[in-house]
């Protein structure tokens, strides 16, 4: 399209559009200049949240206000939130906005939300849940709309319908390449207000700070030809092999970057600061927790109204026990579980943008040795060097593997769990990042005390991971409630008279207190986790509940929760190659079946009639080479189709399999399995099992 003047001087499109882009340009630079003029005469304040802002955080607040569209690049823990936040309501306050939508990882928009709410007083409101309840959040009048990254590409069109004034674009690191779907769909959003926030805005390669830049203002950085053309040194082949001119770049993005590291603004730092992330549970994860918590809930009706027998008391502690594992990983319940972990994907992610900022060190503590493990096996997938201090470790090497993590650069991180962290004194941390939240709030104030304690020369910045549903989020509403408490009874100024003292009686009002957050959540049937210091007589058997998984398989599934309704264990992917699902069953089968015995001697019927079921499904699947079998139903299905009139299965087997599904539904239905039918049950299940593995091929 052309146009052209009345002095016959033809105007292309494409001029026109430079033309109204130099002015808006204009226009910011003298708003910009005008806005830095007013804030430095102290006609508009930058300090407008319920907490002060540090010296350091007032500059971010006024860069951001400034230039409308910014990166802040802070370090992490330097509060990129809040500053974000405040930058927010200055200009919601000179009319300049009003609708401000916040993209962010998942784990972090009930953080983003509660800091709004806080800070602020301002409504924020969650994206999230069917197409529905997304609509509804999207068309509210709440100032503050926040969704996940994931979600923007499902509901485009409604976010360019609304046209926000401000996008704020948090752990922006994710869009870094600037031809991914994401990024593209970031491009897409409207706003006249835009602050892109990443502790790591260049984390492998530099054209990452290109991709950032291409969202804030394409006209810094240019075209991708001309930004390599003057920042990357090439060979002959048109191969990368350097960059330079790097001070001309600086001297480019200064106007819409705004970055300090941790170490130059050390005497500004609060001393504390905190943060949750909260993770999803896969299916998986989910079914299995609310299984165990279920189991809980059961003995804790019995416990509410008759004092319960030490078997029950230790029922119920297993199970609050692997609720909690749950929460943290499937591997922790059964090693031959599902390995995938959200919690373990934003921990790498957090341990990644820790490692790219310099030489920090962090603390990492969780109450089970086998999390640790599972936390670094992600930590050598990352090349992060790392120690490991826990109970089993001999004093005598404990000094050295301390002084090691306080003196060598390359190991970054201590992995410690509650036993070895005793007595800890590691300032050298200035992060701490907790993998599970215990249910005594002074066990998380201990570990965290390890960094941050009398010598501490810098600001400790400290990470809750906590599973957004289940038992985990129960027990974070119930921590808050206790700290009151013990403030309480501690403060020369408490009017407070009496307490009650650490018996089962408070712990079961504890637990209640839990289900009944859950309850109020929408969780479902709730539960807690296992024995602590509230609970009295520390049996030796509640100190074998307490240990983490064990290595063999037997010990380590010892106490795996139900199946849901029928489910059976696939033998193996189709892909596989041939007899590999034979062989994989079977040994599945043996597996199950000495994990039946051990549970069965060990007092746990219900759990044992599980295993002996498990250990039959497995050994049917087996004939059925390069079939999946996911369901009870789908394995009765192929097992009178094909197995039994082929003459490859009696049809004994059927029968004893359908008996054992029974008996796996009698405990979630309240009645508990008779120990002398449960041990009638495996010997039929080991019988049956012996028979088909011996027609397997091997």
């Not at 974070?476 to 409630?481: N, S």
Request: some cysteine; proline content about 5%; hydrophobic content about 45%.
């Amino acid at each position: 399209m052309a146009g052209r003047l009345k002095s016959g001087v033809r105007i292309v499109h494409a001029a026109v559009l430079a033309a109204e882009g130099l002015r808006a340009r204009d226009h910011n630079l003298r708003r910009g200049e005008e806005v830095r003029s007013l804030i430095a005469a102290g006609r508009a304040g930058v300090d407008v949240l319920a907490k002060p802002l540090f010296p350091y955080q007032r500059e971010g607040v006024a860069c951001l206000v400034a230039a409308g569209r910014a990166l802040l690049a802070d370090d992490m823990g330097l509060g990129k939130t809040v500053q974000a936040i405040a930058a927010c309501e200055v200009l919601r306050g000179r009319g300049e906005a009003s609708h401000v939508v916040i993209v962010t990882p998942a784990s972090l928009k009930h953080q983003w939300a509660m800091e709004i709410e806080a800070l602020a007083h301002r409504q924020a409101v969650i994206v999230g849940g069917g197409a529905q309840l997304r609509r509804q959040a999207l068309e509210s009048d709440a100032p503050y709309k926040i969704l996940s990254y994931e979600l923007t590409w499902r509901e485009l069109s409604r976010l360019r319908a609304l046209d926000a004034d401000i996008l704020i674009l948090d752990e922006a690191q994710r869009a870094k390449n600037f031809r991914t779907k994401t990024a593209a769909t970031l491009r897409a959003l409207p706003s006249r207000f835009l602050f892109v926030l990443t502790g790591t805005p260049v984390e492998n390669r530099l054209d990452d700070l290109y991709s950032l830049l291409q969202l804030i203002d394409p006209e810094v950085l240019g075209p991708l030809w001309r930004f390599n053309f003057e920042f990357h040194s090439q060979n002959r082949k048109g191969k990368i092999v350097g960059y330079k001119n790097l001070g001309a770049l600086r001297e480019r993005i200064a106007p819409v970057v705004l970055r300090r590291r941790k170490e130059e603004v050390l005497s500004q730092l609060p001393s504390l600061t905190e943060q949750t992330r909260y993770t999803p549970l896969t299916r998986q994860q989910a079914e299995l927790e609310a299984d165990y918590r279920a189991v809980a809930a059961r003995y804790m009706a019995l416990a509410e109204k008759r004092a319960l027998l030490p078997a029950e008391m230790k029922k119920m502690q297993m199970a609050l026990l692997k609720a909690r594992q749950a929460c943290n990983a499937l591997e922790l319940c059964d090693p031959s579980r599902d390995a995938a972990s959200p919690k373990l994907d934003e921990f790498e992610a957090l341990i990644a943008e820790v490692a790219a900022q310099g030489v920090s060190k962090v603390l990492v503590f969780s109450e089970w040795v086998g999390m640790l493990h599972l936390a670094a096996r992600r930590l050598e997938r990352l090349g992060v060097g790392f120690g490991m201090l826990h109970g089993s470790i001999p004093v005598a090497k404990r000094p050295a593997l301390l002084d090691r993590f306080r003196h060598d650069p390359d190991q970054r991180v201590l992995l410690a769990s509650d036993a070895g962290g005793v007595g800890l004194n590691l300032q050298v941390a200035s992060y701490v990042v907790h993998l599970d939240l215990p249910w005594n709030p002074a066990r998380l104030d201990q570990r965290t005390s390890r960094a941050h304690r009398l010598g501490q020369t810098r600001g400790v910045s400290v990470t809750y991971l906590c599973a957004e549903e289940g038992i985990e989020r129960g027990i974070e509403g119930t921590l808050a409630g206790k700290r009151a408490v013990r403030s309480a009874a501690l403060d020369p100024d408490s009017h407070v008279e009496e307490l009650d003292s650490p018996s089962f009686t408070v712990f079961l009002r504890e637990l209640r207190e839990v289900f009944d957050t859950l309850s109020e959540s929408g969780a479902g049937a709730a539960g807690e986790e296992e024995a602590t210091p509230m609970v009295p007589a520390e049996t030796a058997a509640q100190e074998y509940l307490a240990q983490p998984a064990a290595a063999s398989p037997a010990a380590a599934g010892a106490f795996e929760a139900p199946r849901r309704a029928g489910e059976a264990q696939a033998p193996a992917s189709s892909g596989a190659a041939p007899g590999s699902a034979a062989i994989g069953g079977v040994a599945r089968a043996g597996n199950r079946l000495r994990l039946a015995r051990v549970v069965l001697e060990a007092g746990f019927p219900g759990d044992a009639v599980r295993a002996a079921y498990d250990a039959l499904a497995a050994a049917i699947a087996s004939l059925v080479s390069g079939e999946a079998t996911p369901s009870h139903a789908a394995l009765v299905a192929v097992t009178y189709r094909d197995l039994v009139p082929s003459g490859r299965l009696p049809a004994a087997v059927p029968a004893a399999l359908a008996r054992l599904h029974d008996l796996t539904t009698l405990e979630a239905q309240g009645v508990d399995v008779d120990p002398a039918l449960a041990a009638e049950a495996v010997g039929e299940a080991e019988a049956w099992v012996q028979r088909i593995v011996e027609q397997t091929p091997s």
